[in-house]
C-alpha cells in the first residue's frame, strides 16, 4: 500500500473515531434525561447560533 493510500485511509478511521466519540457523548446526555431539543440548542450554542436563528432557521 502506498503511503498516500494509508493516510487516506487513517484519514477516514480517525474522522470515523471523532464521530463515535460525539454519539457516545450524546447518548450519555441522553441517558441522562436531557432531551434531543436540550441538545440540538447546546449544539447550536457551541456554534454561536441563537435560540432565535434555531426557530427561524436562519443561519449566520
Known amino acids: 500500500m502506498k503511503e498516500e ?3 487516506y485511509y487513517l484519514s477516514i478511521v480517525n474522522r470515523l473515531e471523532q464521530m463515535e466519540e460525539k454519539l457516545t457523548i450524546r ?3 441522553l441517558e441522562k434525561g436531557q432531551t434531543i ?12 447560533y ?11
Open 5 to 7: 493510500e494509508r493516510n
Open 37 to 48: 431539543e436540550q441538545l440540538i440548542l447546546e449544539e447550536w450554542n457551541l456554534k454561536k
Open 27 to 29: 447518548l450519555d446526555l
Open 50 to 60: 441563537s435560540k432565535q436563528d434555531l426557530e427561524t432557521g436562519i443561519m449566520n
